[in-house]
């Protein structure tokens, strides 16, 4: 597993794992993120979770940046069925920014999962703009996704926080005869340990991976996961679920409830179409059990059993 735990008064990001040594403290009021993963002989699944610290009633744009992202997480779950478009998908998102007056964090994608892939190029945008755009496809029966819902209460620009960066993943396509022995001893240990997924540097935590890291980084041998930042001030939400497109219906496998009745927004849904979608059912089909015709057979009462007639002889 890979936590990310971001929180707002450090950064209102996306990526961010922090090292062992961090010893900032979370306080009442923040509003955490936990994102996970983990996988299962290379078959993958991921989640993550939004949630104030101290909990009780959440107000004011923190309850309208949470009902923003939870409100696209059960619009999307709902969406995801074959023969749906990854366009229409992407729609649903931004119409349930709108409703909470936020946006969708740029450049954060959903993706379909398979063995050992964790980020295939079938995936879902969740905010399109002229520089950030993907193919549009129809989604197949028998699949999988992760799906990634970010909302911001800023415009959904950011910026890549490099500095911040500490979760990679090997890129198996680039090769390069390192120089210093640090980072030979580091891609050694990510290739033994970590060739496909990613993998925070907290996992190889000493002073050769720190230093092995910008080496690896400089000649493409790992990919970073970019620490996402909003400007200072706005909150960010995500939840995160992992999906089965299944021919009898989705079923949604990773993910934890979540109290509404806790969240005090000023805002709703006004969008009918998105109202209509909330109050559809989603899950897996139950197939109706076919009943037996029952075969008319012919009464079976008691019968008498047969008495055998007694001949009598007179007697001469």
């Not at 999962?113 to 193919?135: L, S």
Request: with cysteine.
């Amino acid at each position: 597993p890979i936590p990310c735990v971001p929180w707002q008064s450090q950064t209102s990001g996306h990526h961010f794992s922090p090292l062992s040594e961090d010893r900032t403290l979370l306080v009442n009021g923040d509003l955490v993120k936990i994102d996970i993963g983990v996988h299962v002989h290379g078959f993958v699944s991921t989640a993550a979770h939004s949630t104030v610290v101290g909990g009780g009633p959440v107000t004011g744009r923190a309850a309208d940046v949470m009902m923003a992202a939870w409100t696209a997480a059960e619009g999307v779950l709902r969406m995801m069925k074959p023969g749906t478009k990854n366009t229409d998908v992407s729609k649903v998102i931004q119409t349930s920014a709108e409703s909470f007056k936020c946006s969708p964090l740029e450049g954060v994608l959903s993706h379909e999962v398979r063995q050992f892939v964790i980020d295939h190029e079938n995936c879902i945008i969740g905010k399109e703009n002229a520089e950030q755009k993907v193919e549009e496809f129809e989604f197949d029966p028998n699949t999988a996704f992760s799906i990634d819902i970010v909302m911001t209460t800023g415009d959904g620009k950011c910026t890549d926080r490099e500095n911040m960066c500490t979760v990679f993943k090997r890129s198996l396509d680039n090769h390069y005869n390192l120089k210093m022995k640090a980072s030979r001893f580091l891609l050694s240990q990510i290739n033994k340990r970590f060739p496909t997924f990613p993998f925070t540097l907290r996992a190889l935590e000493n002073q050769r991976a720190k230093l092995g890291i910008a080496e690896c980084r400089n000649h493409d041998l790992v990919q970073p996961y970019p620490v996402l930042s909003c400007k200072k001030g706005e909150l960010v939400a995500q939840f995160k679920f992992t999906c089965l497109l299944l021919p009898t219906g989705t079923l949604k496998i990773t993910g934890l409830p979540f109290d509404i009745s806790q969240i005090q927004s000023e805002h709703s849904v006004e969008d009918e179409d998105l109202k209509k979608l909330l109050a559809t059912r989603f899950g897996k089909r139950k197939k109706k059990k076919k009943k037996k015709k029952k075969v008319n057979e012919p009464r079976r009462g008691r019968t008498r059993p047969e008495t055998s007639q007694r001949t009598t002889h007179g007697s001469r």
